[in-house]
């Protein structure tokens, strides 16, 4: 069960994992995002952007991502995540990587 108070949604849950795990996103100029989230299956699509996109420790960060998110809330069976934000709009499907953890 997720240490994170339970009685709030998921996707606020997430959020507050992302900001207390990964704060150097932000102290770096990047940025994280939930994309989509389906309970049903239990996925969850994050982007980063900012100055993760192009940065050459954001496959690092991809992976901390998905293996913290799965261990940390049992109801997430698969993060797809990329690097490639822009903050224009959401990074193309393309980007996603589909390895489940």
Known sequence: MSTIDTEKSLEDRIELFMMRNFPQIQMHGGSAAIEAIDEESG???I???GACSGCGISPMTVQALK???VSEFDEINA???SAGMDGLGPASDDDFSD???
Do not use: C, D, K, T
């Open 43 to 45: 996925e969850v699509w």
């Open 47 to 49: 982007a980063l952007g």
């Open 67 to 69: 293996s913290r998110m």
């Open 79 to 81: 993060v797809h995540a």
């Open 99 to 101: 390895v489940p953890f």
